[in-house]
């Protein structure tokens, strides 16, 4: 018997409407085998949240260029939670400044991944990082 495919979820909060970046990324986990769901652009932290929960994800995933990242992460923390999706891994990438990435962390997006990141390194953070 296989071992179970990791499902990822990959969400484009807010206004931004740029997803090259998130579509690179999808195509990228999706080559190294994982299961991934892409939400779209300009889609509500509450609706990520649901189709998260709706499709048994091991991984939520965002990609925010906007510059709002932190008050996204932090609704979207809340929506993650309150359907109890916690212990779920949390990543987010986008134009993140440096000086925001630890109060990513500590809203519980432990996978926090600048502009530049390489693919490689998210998909080898996602299989470490599974619980």
Known sequence: MSERRIK???GKPGLDG???GAK?????LMEA???????GLRQTPEIIAKKARDANVDVVGVSILSGAHI?????LREELQEKG????????????P?????VLRQLGFSGV?????????IVSFIRENLK
């Open 71 to 75: 008050p996204l992460c932090r609704r």
């Open 98 to 102: 440096e000086e925001d990435r630890m």
């Open 8 to 10: 990822v979820l990959v």
């Open 113 to 121: 991944f600048p502009t530049g990141s390489r693919t490689g390194d």
């Open 85 to 96: 999706l916690y212990d779920k891994l949390w990543i987010v990438g986008g134009n993140i």
């Open 18 to 20: 740029h997803d090259v």
């Open 33 to 39: 085998g994982f299961e991934v769901i892409y939400t």
């Open 24 to 28: 690179v990324i999808v195509h990228a």
